[in-house]
Protein backbone atom coordinates (compact mmCIF):
# COMPACT_ATOMS: atom_id res chain seq x y z
CA UNK A 1 0.00 0.00 0.00
CA UNK A 2 1.54 3.29 -0.91
CA UNK A 3 2.15 6.17 1.33
CA UNK A 4 0.75 10.01 0.19
CA UNK A 5 3.12 12.81 1.27
CA UNK A 6 1.09 15.94 1.14
CA UNK A 7 3.52 19.12 0.72
CA UNK A 8 4.06 21.49 2.01
CA UNK A 9 2.61 20.57 5.48
CA UNK A 10 4.18 17.10 5.12
CA UNK A 11 1.39 15.01 6.40
CA UNK A 12 1.13 11.54 5.58
CA UNK A 13 -1.63 9.04 4.37
CA UNK A 14 -2.19 5.10 3.72
CA UNK A 15 -3.38 5.51 0.27
CA UNK A 16 -5.82 2.29 -1.41
CA UNK A 17 -5.59 1.24 -5.39
CA UNK A 18 -8.68 2.87 -6.83
CA UNK A 19 -8.84 5.64 -4.77
CA UNK A 20 -8.36 9.35 -5.58
CA UNK A 21 -5.87 11.86 -4.64
CA UNK A 22 -8.30 14.35 -4.21
CA UNK A 23 -10.07 12.09 -1.14
CA UNK A 24 -7.03 11.37 -0.11
CA UNK A 25 -5.69 14.78 0.39
CA UNK A 26 -9.38 15.71 1.78
CA UNK A 27 -8.90 12.13 4.23
CA UNK A 28 -5.76 13.70 5.61
CA UNK A 29 -7.40 16.91 6.29
CA UNK A 30 -6.14 19.17 4.37
CA UNK A 31 -7.99 22.09 2.46
CA UNK A 32 -7.89 21.56 -1.46
CA UNK A 33 -10.34 23.73 -3.51
CA UNK A 34 -12.77 20.91 -5.23
CA UNK A 35 -15.34 23.18 -6.84
CA UNK A 36 -16.80 20.54 -9.53
CA UNK A 37 -16.31 17.81 -7.06
CA UNK A 38 -14.11 15.81 -9.12
CA UNK A 39 -15.26 15.99 -12.83
CA UNK A 40 -12.43 17.83 -14.18
CA UNK A 41 -14.62 20.76 -14.96
CA UNK A 42 -13.04 23.19 -13.22
CA UNK A 43 -9.31 22.33 -12.45
CA UNK A 44 -9.29 24.13 -9.14
CA UNK A 45 -7.54 20.45 -8.05
CA UNK A 46 -4.59 21.24 -9.63
CA UNK A 47 -1.13 19.88 -7.78
CA UNK A 48 2.03 19.26 -8.51
CA UNK A 49 3.08 15.52 -8.43
CA UNK A 50 6.49 15.45 -7.06
CA UNK A 51 6.84 11.86 -6.84
CA UNK A 52 5.38 8.84 -7.20
CA UNK A 53 3.92 8.70 -10.90
CA UNK A 54 3.99 5.29 -11.42
CA UNK A 55 1.57 4.84 -8.94
CA UNK A 56 -1.17 7.02 -10.30
CA UNK A 57 -3.68 6.24 -13.40
CA UNK A 58 -2.49 8.43 -16.40
CA UNK A 59 -3.35 11.22 -18.09
CA UNK A 60 -6.54 11.24 -19.71
CA UNK A 61 -7.67 13.24 -22.30
CA UNK A 62 -10.28 15.42 -20.84
CA UNK A 63 -7.61 15.80 -18.04
CA UNK A 64 -5.24 16.96 -20.64
CA UNK A 65 -7.78 19.30 -22.10
CA UNK A 66 -8.33 21.38 -18.49
CA UNK A 67 -4.54 20.88 -17.64
CA UNK A 68 -4.31 22.89 -20.92
CA UNK A 69 -6.22 25.77 -19.90
CA UNK A 70 -4.58 26.70 -16.30
CA UNK A 71 -2.04 29.31 -15.85
CA UNK A 72 1.10 28.05 -13.89
CA UNK A 73 0.78 24.15 -15.55
CA UNK A 74 4.44 22.54 -15.08
CA UNK A 75 5.50 18.91 -16.25
CA UNK A 76 3.88 17.56 -12.90
CA UNK A 77 0.68 19.38 -12.89
CA UNK A 78 -2.21 16.88 -12.62
CA UNK A 79 -5.72 17.36 -11.36
CA UNK A 80 -6.31 15.87 -7.89
CA UNK A 81 -9.51 14.46 -8.81
CA UNK A 82 -8.38 12.55 -11.92
CA UNK A 83 -5.48 10.95 -10.29
CA UNK A 84 -6.19 7.35 -9.06
CA UNK A 85 -4.17 5.01 -6.88
CA UNK A 86 -2.37 2.33 -9.38
CA UNK A 87 0.20 0.67 -8.10
CA UNK A 88 2.33 0.83 -4.86
CA UNK A 89 5.07 3.33 -5.02
CA UNK A 90 4.72 6.19 -2.46
CA UNK A 91 3.79 9.73 -3.81
CA UNK A 92 4.37 13.15 -2.76
CA UNK A 93 1.72 15.94 -4.03
CA UNK A 94 2.62 19.71 -3.34
CA UNK A 95 -0.37 21.48 -2.74
CA UNK A 96 0.06 24.81 -4.78
CA UNK A 97 -0.94 28.58 -2.63
CA UNK A 98 -3.95 29.42 -2.49
CA UNK A 99 -5.53 33.11 -3.13
CA UNK A 100 -3.45 32.34 -6.63
CA UNK A 101 -6.73 33.20 -8.12
CA UNK A 102 -7.11 29.79 -9.17
S1 LIG B 1 -12.43 18.99 -8.62
FE1 LIG B 1 -12.82 20.11 -10.42
S2 LIG B 1 -11.24 19.49 -11.75
FE2 LIG B 1 -10.87 18.34 -9.96
Redesign the pocket.
Known amino acids: MPQLTILPSGKTIAASEGQTL?ELILAAGENI??????????????IFLQSGRKSVSKLSPL?NE?LDSIVGVGSKSR????CRITGTEDISVELLGFGSGL
Open positions: LPHKCDGNAKCGSCHEKLACQ
